[in-house]
């Protein structure tokens, strides 16, 4: 059985002093392993199950205590033994908006999406947006973060999609762990979520995965593997779903023979809010039992209870139970270090916001070195995407909100007492203000984009136009393709032909079709940008700052080239916010089609080339890389030179993909860098390379076949240099 594996060295120090003033001072954490044992030994019997369910606190009855703030749970502490309570709240993007619920205490800084982050390629980055996360929840009185959302972007039609980071297990996995071990730097606990392969909304709470092992091990139970190893994560939250047969929540193979005993995971296992259906799932790993009052009954009270008292497997899983959540809260330091109602440094969360903004952004297309535009631009057309309001931001239970809330909303979710978690919503960040406070001297024209018409004379009079595009996802439904809604891409189209000089800035959760790309100049990938996005958009496009985000997912050329065309159950599942479908009501996917080929590999199996590859992002700079000399001990390992042969500083991503395994062709990327380099200046890098993904799950363990490894740095996943040989023998683990 092989052990959790600890993190060397310590936790990376933030970059800003401001986001965490007074943790370097903080003193080692006490053994919480004694610690629990010890509170444990002194639980009354009418204690045994306060720690195991919690209540959802924000929208059903009963309220939380008196002088708690509402939020996504709360789990009752017990008092006399010096256990808090859990105050609870989601979080992947930043403190949850909750529907405005907490008053003036629900401004928030709202970090980018995930995919944004994910384009970052920065580990450090995101870690620093955790600790910005974890001190403002801090402050507002949460000691328990939902966060962490780790699931592989498998199917893009997804509406959670922008909560998540990227298709690839390594990319995903250590960006998760980095933003866990950012929030827990500030003494609130963080979840991992949603585990696992919960992949689309359409059907969530019911829906049926079909995958090998094989294929599942090396794929999205390796991202949370490495989330898991690198974050330390206090709590995982299982899925809604089923995963072969059986639901997350209550799935014995995912739970205790992977993560508890496999993996050594020592944390204890939170249900998703609604997703516990029997008592026995405490059998199959389930340590709580959460948002008690959306499912069938409190099972993890007094039945749980009752059936300790008559067998032994559960008096021992109760005691299993409390000694993991016991042991979180003492490890992460939620007893010792207590939330406390303060004011936050606004302003410099404000530029941790931008500055994943500006390094998540990609440049896709530049034709003609359209960009960065020139400061002497007459006249400026600004079409659609309301603009003149503010930037995206996807919505469900991550929302986040800034102190003033939306700076625009439309209603698009299906009746019910969630409906106005899935509104279309913004930020307050305007990028006309943002444009014209850039370029004070040229005049700036705003169309809604309502009109094709109006749009496209606008375009013709202007020396550049610039369409914003969106595409809204949320959770609790699926988008049905991958267009651009609203009739959005026979708008800039229409642009196009009036102007060439057509800058295009996307603000989408995940990849979409272009059908007009040919036509336009440029197109900036802006995702949903966060708090500070119009400024960082307005910083990309008149080059004040050199875009460096690469693509952390695969845009396909059309839905043909996805492994299912079609969204299962898009014709027979209703969307909807908890989404438990008819009664009895079944939806099988079946993931074995493209197995642990997911995204990139997908169509690199497939021989497809896609409209933009996993990888790809373009640069106001050059850069010139070449990688030399593999070995393969102690850890696999390239040396990679890397030269800024522009006039421009900027910063590169060194990606290092595995070919062939001793004769067998394959796709994987199995190591990256990130390098920040001036006009001129060259660095040296050692790039360690990921041992799972040049190995294989078979026969309950990772086998790394002997032979010679082809392996090739690249701009992306398909422009790739010569390759190079590492010879590796045979080896097994687990």
Known sequence: MRMFRQLAGTVLAVASAAVLPALSATPAVADPDTRAEQTLRNMRPAERTTLLHGLSAAWL?????????????????????????LIESDASLGVAWVGGRRGDKEAATALPSGPSMASSWNPQLLQEGGAMIGTEAHAKGFNVLLAGGNNLLREPRNGRTFEYFSEDPLLSGTLAGAAVAGIQSAHVLSTVKHYALNDQETGRAFHD???????????????????????????????????????????????????KREWGY???????????????????????????????????????????????GYWARVDDMNRRVLRSIYAVGLDRHPPKLRKVDAKAH???????????????RNNGALLPLPANLKRIAIIGGNADAGVMAGGGSSLVHGPDGPAALRTVGPEGPFSKMMNETYHDSSPIKALRARAPNTQLSFRSGRYISDAV???RQADVAIVFATQYMSEGYDVPDLSLPD?????????????????????????????????VGAVLQAWYPGARGAQAITALLFGDANPSGRLPVTFPASEAQLPRPALDGAETVEPGFVGRGRAGQTLTINYEIEGSDVGYRWHARQGQQPLFAFGFGLSYTRFDTHCSNPVAT?????????????????????????????????????????VMLAPGESRELRIDLEPRVLAQWRDGQWQQPAGEYLL???????DLDPPLTLTLPARNWK
């Not at 749970?73 to 008092?79: C, E, K, L, N, S």
């Not at 490495?226 to 939250?237: D, F, N, S, T």
């Not at 500083?649 to 595995?658: K, L, N, S, T």
């Open 61 to 85: 009855p009963p309220p939380v205590p008196p002088g708690h703030v509402p939020g996504a749970g709360y789990v009752y502490g017990i008092p006399r033994l010096g256990v808090p309570p």
């Open 712 to 718: 090739a740095s690249g701009r992306s996943s398909l």
């Open 487 to 519: 009739g959005q891409d026979a708008l800039i189209a229409a642009v196009a032909a009036a102007n060439p000089r057509t800058v295009v800035v996307l603000e989408t959760g995940g990849p979409v079709r272009m059908p007009w790309l040919g036509a």
């Open 634 to 674: 102690p850890t696999p390992q390239l040396t990679c030179s890397v030269r800024n042969i522009g006039d421009r500083g900027g910063a590169e991503i060194v990606q290092i993909y595995v070919t062939s395994m001793a004769g067998t062709a394959t796709r994987r990327l199995a190591g990256y860098q990130r």
């Open 350 to 364: 404000s530029a941790i916001a931008e500055q994943v903004a500006l390094q998540g952004s990609v440049l896709l």
């Open 457 to 459: 004379a606008a375009a």
């Open 266 to 312: 020592k944390g204890w296992v939170m249900s998703d809010w609604g997703a516990v259906h029997s008592l026995d799932f405490a059998l199959q790993g389930l340590d709580q039992q959460s948002g008690q009052q959306i499912d069938p009954q409190v099972f993890f009270d007094k039945p749980l209870l009752n059936a300790a008292k008559n067998d032994a």
């Open 209 to 259: 995965v079909r995958i090998s092992e094989s294929a599942a091990r090396e794929s999205d139970l390796l991202s949370f593997e490495l989330a898991i190893e690198r974050g330390k994560p206090g709590a995982v939250m299982c899925a809604y779903n089923r995963i072969n047969g059986a639901y997350g929540c209550g799935n014995d193979w995912l739970l205790n023979q992977v993560l």
